[in-house]
């Protein structure tokens, strides 16, 4: 029998206040989605102004991040790099994405859930994805 952990809604309600008093410190509104260690989603917040098309994207970063225990910024080099790994079809479900600010969050060697922020720069997004990853474990996304 194994033992799965993952974040919990309290985790999940840190990390979206977090991440909107970030957004709002840079004046700027995003969509964060935390998601369990399976990418299905514990919480949700749509900043005012936020992107209507940034729902989606947040949410299938989240999920993407968990599914693969990867940033989803890795992904997307790969897939726009075909040389260097495949085809985003490779993956065979179309909530798989590339672009950056979807982070697995890691806690004793495992993934325990994962954070998708869309709407910003994904420079920005990334940022801010890490700074979640920074508030469950204590030390930064790598």
Do not use: C
């Not at 990418?39 to 994207?57: H, N, T």
């Not at 726009?80 to 985003?88: A, N, S, T």
């Not at 490779?90 to 060697?109: E, I, L």
């Amino acid at each position: 029998m194994r033992t799965l952990h993952t974040l919990d809604y309290s985790d999940a309600k840190r990390i979206i206040d977090l991440v909107v008093e970030s957004a709002v410190k840079m004046q700027k509104a995003a969509v964060i989605a935390v998601a369990d260690s399976h990418g299905e989603l514990i919480a949700f917040a749509r900043m005012d102004g936020a992107p209507v098309s940034s729902i989606r994207v947040a949410t299938n970063k989240a999920w993407t991040a968990a599914r693969e225990r990867k940033p989803t910024k890795d992904i997307g080099e790969k897939v726009r790099h075909p040389e260097k790994g495949h085809d985003i079809a490779y993956y065979g479900d179309p909530k798989y994405v590339g672009w950056g600010g979807g982070v697995p969050v890691w806690k004793d060697g495992e993934v325990v859930g994962a954070v998708g922020v869309s709407g910003l720069s994904s420079m920005e997004d990334i940022s801010l994805a890490n700074l979640a990853v920074e508030l469950i474990t204590g030390k930064a996304a790598g």
